[in-house]
């Protein structure tokens, strides 16, 4: 448990959160390239080592602030490594220490020593896929070389990173660059700069604590649902409120109040912005397993692919009503912006295509640009006094506005189902949903 100043935060309006919180940023390619090489310093780039030191604060045993070895392979993949093998995990760690716990000093020594692992099989990897014995993997390369790996990469976050590592701008990354990239890409949990400038926009929209003595700010471990929410969208609610479930399941061996030592105070439970960041990763992973089990359902002949009428199946069954209209726009933005890959697409999308489509969807609540433009303009035609928000009252002005008649019980019904942070009044995003 991380202690807190615990001075409430000011709720006068969600537009009134202006202080800018302190955050880890993407560590830069060239230094952590010359660490790499170098092995200094552990091999670890000051926003890494503070994202393993916030998973080690949460894992720890409460009575002896130790990790025990058993905890190590959970670790690992709440961290986003994949294919953890127990046993090369209980072997490091007897490497590490003798003990059945891990000190952080130890931990620090342990993930490093799997870091060297993990290089080892990349390798392997990239000599599998590099089937032209070049000594480099392009761009659709990488791609392959990530999947095989077990994630679900997207192209704007795989392009991006390529374009930092790629240090002799050649197009294509030889070894050493592909393990860089594989290191900011842990580093980012795989989002891209934009995502993570609005992730940081997200984390200062929401009400957070500061850690006593240090000035680092956290949200509260129950505000973790409205962060994640505030990043990705209400569809993303209750996914959301299921990433929180599983923060506090991590926790459950631990208090989730204790009395400060210096104040006699209950301490609440914090999450900091590199360990906020891990859980909206998280969010993405189960995303993306509920996007794989209904792509496989409609996928009956399992040729990899969905036709446009399967698509309208598949977002059926994921909770979407879109019109055809809006399905063939995101489709040509889709592919307009890159996202959608393959010429094809139009007509048909293979998993990956299907991911990014899912995503920018996500980003738009599966309207059309014209009609976003006119929820936009109504938002701002009655939200009378420019607070950013709509209340009860302006809200069934809106609905008389649009030929409804209701009651003001039946308007407030309606604005808690969409009101996801409970504050009594709808932001333009909620009320676009």
């Known amino acids: 448990?991380?202690?807190?100043?615990?001075?409430?935060?000011?709720?006068?309006s969600k537009s009134d959160r202006t202080s800018e919180p302190k955050v880890a940023s993407v560590p830069d390619a060239a230094s952590i390239l010359e660490t790499l090489r170098s092995g200094s310093g552990?091999?670890?780039?000051?926003?890494?080592a503070s994202r393993l030191q916030a998973t080690f604060a949460r894992y720890r045993d409460p009575h002896s602030k130790d990790i025990n070895k058993d905890e190590l392979a959970g670790v690992l993949l709440h961290l986003g490594y994949m294919h953890v093998e127990e046993a090369d995990v209980l072997r490091i760690a007897d490497e590490v220490t003798k003990y059945s716990t891990l000190e952080l000093d130890d931990f620090m020594a342990f993930m490093q020593k799997y870091a060297e692992l993990e290089t080892a099989k990349y390798r392997q990897v990239f000599e599998a896929f590099d089937e032209d014995n070049s000594g480099y993997l392009d761009a659709d390369e990488v791609m392959k070389f990530l999947k095989h790996l077990g994630y679900t990469p997207l192209r704007g976050a795989v392009d991006e990173a390529i374009h930092l590592v790629d240090l002799d701008r050649s197009g294509r990354l030889e070894f050493e660059e592909v393990a860089l990239l594989m290191h900011l890409y842990r580093s980012s949990e795989g989002f891209t700069k934009g995502e993570l400038e609005r992730f940081t926009a997200a984390f200062g929209e929401t009400d957070r604590l500061t850690q006593a003595g240090a000035g680092e700010e956290a949200v509260p471990a129950e505000k973790l649902t409205s962060l994640l929410t505030r990043f990705y969208g209400i569809a993303k609610w209750e996914t959301a409120q299921k990433v929180t479930d599983d923060l506090m399941a991590a926790a459950e061996k631990k208090p989730q109040k204790q009395q400060a030592a210096d104040a006699g105070h209950a301490v609440p439970l914090g999450v900091q912005f590199?360990?906020?960041?891990?859980w909206a990763r998280k969010l993405r992973d189960k995303e993306f397993a509920d996007y794989?089990?209904?792509?496989?359902?409609f996928d009956a002949d399992g040729s990899g692919f969905i036709d446009r009428q399967e698509l309208r199946e598949v977002l059926t069954t994921l909770g979407y009503t879109l019109t055809d209209r809006a399905v063939r726009e995101l489709l040509e933005r889709a592919q307009k912006s890159g996202a959608c890959h393959e010429l094809h697409c139009l007509d048909e999308l293979d998993y990956d295509n299907f991911v990014h489509f899912m995503q920018l969807m996500s980003e738009t609540d599966g309207f059309m640009e014209s009609e976003l433009v006119e929820i936009a303009a109504t938002f701002a035609k009655f939200d009378e006094d420019g607070s950013g928000d709509i209340d009860a009252v302006e809200l069934g002005d809106v609905l008389t506005h649009m030929g409804y008649t209701a009651s003001l019980e039946k308007v407030q019904s309606l604005l808690a189902r969409v009101d996801y942070d409970h504050s009594g009044v709808l932001d333009l995003r909620e009320f676009t949903r």
Do not use: C, H, M, N
Not at 1 to 12: F, G, K, N, T
Not at 42 to 48: H, I, V, Y
Not at 292 to 297: H, L
């Open 292 to 297: 794989r089990t209904a792509f496989a359902k």
């Open 1 to 12: 448990v991380i202690a807190y100043d615990s001075a409430e935060p000011s709720r006068e």
């Open 274 to 278: 590199s360990e906020a960041l891990v």
């Open 42 to 48: 552990g091999g670890f780039d000051q926003a890494t």
